[in-house]
C-alpha cells in the first residue's frame, strides 16, 4: 500500500520510493532475483498474499496474532512505537517524569492517548493530558507552547525532528514492530530475511538504510 511515506509512496510518475521499498530491492539484489511491486490497499493485502499475487509483503505491516495461522511473520525489522517530543530549546525533559504537572500534548483516541492514561493510572505525578482532534491542532499547540511536550509515533517523530520543529526526549515510550510476512510455505523466505538483516547489521548497510529515512533512531526493537 503505496500511501503512507516514508516506507512506501509512489511519485508523479508512478515510481515507488521508500524504505520498505529500499529493502525489498536490497533483498532482491542479495537473492539474485528482480523485485516487482504491487500496489494494494492495506487491507486487501493478506488476501494478495495468500492467493499468490505476492510473495511477501513489506508495507509498514504491525504483527497480527490472530493471522499467524495463516501467514508466516519475519522477524520485526522496524519499531513505530510512540515517542516523547519537546520543542529543540527545551533541556530539562528526558521522560514523561520530567512533566509532572505540566501540559502534554496527544492525538485524541491515539495509542500515545492511551499511554498517557495508563501514565496518569499508575503514576501519582501525574502529567495534564491535552488531546487534539487534529495533528495540525497538536504540533501548533507546540510551536506556541501552549504544552510543554506531545506524544506521537515514531514516523510521525521523524518529520518534525528532520523539519527542526521538535527535539525527541529520551528512547522510545513503547515498541510497536513493523514485519514482513509469507505464506505458510515460506520458512525459507524468512530464514533467509532475518540473514539478510543480521548481515546488513554487521557491515553497516542498515544504519545507511535507516538514516536515509529516518535520521538516526531505533530501527529494530
Known sequence: DASYPPFEFVDESGRFYGFDVDLAQALAARWGVRAEFVNLSFDGLYDALLVKRCD?????????????????????YFNVGQVLLVRPEEQSVSSLADLAGRRVGVELGTEGHHLLRSWNRSHPQQVE??????????????AQSQVSAIVCDQVAAFGLVQGGV????????????????????????VAEFQRALEAWQADGTWLILQERWFGQGEALP
Not at 64 to 73: E, W
Not at 129 to 142: W, Y
Not at 166 to 189: C, K, Q, Y
Request: aromatic share 6%; no cysteine; net charge positive.
Open 129 to 142: 493530558i491535552v488531546p487534539f482532534r487534529e495533528r495540525e491542532d497538536l504540533l501548533q499547540a507546540l
Open 166 to 189: 521538535a527535539r525527541r526526549a529520551g528512547p522510545m515510550l513503547t515498541v510497536a514492530p513493523l514485519v514482513g510476512a509469507t505464506r505458510l510455505e515460506g520458512a525459507r523466505l
Open 56 to 76: 511477501i509483503i513489506l508495507s509498514a505491516l504491525p504483527y497480527d496474532r490472530t493471522m499467524t495461522r495463516d501467514v508466516l511473520y519475519t522477524q520485526p
